[in-house]
């Protein structure tokens, strides 16, 4: 069974920095893009960040440029994302998701991790 589970996601203040991970198993994904997303309250889950395969090209929303950095790990079938300088607004639950380009998404979602940014 393929699955993706997200973690590393808690509280912190405004200007503080938080590292998710996103362990993939069932089958290995080192040859898919890898993304993050995030869904705040009442509003629609968007894309954060992707990475192709080789994890030579990345991609960001504008809202998160030169703060949030993504990577992976194809040894450990891992993507994170490491976020700085994290403010209020970038409170949401976020998720990982895989697919063919950078921003697809080919499997279900998992329940996400809460990321809550206080101010």
Do not use: H
Request: hydrophobic share 30%; charged share 15%.
């Amino acid at each position: 069974q393929v699955q993706l589970v997200e973690s590393g996601g808690g509280l912190v203040q405004a200007g503080g920095s938080l590292r998710l991970s996103c362990a993939a198993s069932g089958r290995t994904f080192s040859d898919a893009a890898m993304g993050w997303f995030r869904q705040a309250p009442g509003k629609e889950r968007e894309f954060v960040a992707g990475i192709n395969w080789t994890g030579g090209r990345t991609s960001y929303a504008d809202s998160v440029k030169g703060r949030f950095t993504i990577s992976r790990d194809n040894g450990k079938n891992t993507v994170y994302l490491q976020m700085n300088s994290l403010k209020p607004e970038d409170t949401a639950v976020y998720y990982c998701n895989t697919g063919p380009t950078l921003g697809s998404t080919a499997l279900g979602w998992g329940q996400g991790t809460q990321v809550t940014v206080s101010s």
